[in-house]
């Protein structure tokens, strides 16, 4: 998906939140100076993205409400069941959303880093998974 760079009347909606009053050619010149963030922003879109395999499907998944979710302490649930036999056989865990599982919901970032899954959680995951962990939940920070 392109960049959408704004228009000179949105520069100026936006200075003009800000308290400050451009004229044209002032906006002009910021706009030729943005235009740099702009090219690295759409070669990073054209990247491909990694998705690993999932090797542990995941249950689609649901906002918990009332009693579930009293103390507002759950963004999302859902649950992944791991390997049948391996050192953590019949254990239950909760993942962070900043460690997210594949393709699940997560809430705490910022919309640009929203398809993005670390290759280090990834890898927790696989090896949690791998040891018959249970994911019950992908808990929302406070």
Not at 18 to 23: D, E, N, Q, R, T
Not at 28 to 51: C, G, T
Not at 102 to 122: F, L, S, W, Y
Request: glycine content about 8%; charged content about 30%.
């Amino acid at each position: 998906m392109a960049v959408r760079r704004p228009t000179l009347d949105q520069l100026r909606s936006v200075a003009e939140d800000l308290g400050m009053h451009m004229g044209d050619e002032e906006l002009k010149s910021y706009d030729a100076l943005m235009q740099a963030n702009y090219a690295a922003y759409e070669a990073v879109d054209a990247m491909p993205d990694y998705v690993p395999a999932v090797k542990y499907p995941r249950t689609p998944g649901y906002r918990p409400e009332g009693e579930e979710n009293k103390y507002n302490a759950w963004y999302y649930k859902s649950s992944v069941k791991g390997a049948n036999e391996g050192k953590l056989k019949g254990k239950t865990v909760v993942l962070k959303d900043n460690c997210e599982e594949h393709t699940g919901q997560h809430e705490n970032c910022k919309e640009c880093m929203r398809r993005h899954i670390p290759t280090d959680a990834e890898r927790a995951q696989s090896e949690l998974f791998n040891a018959t962990g249970n994911l019950d939940g992908d808990e929302e920070q406070l």
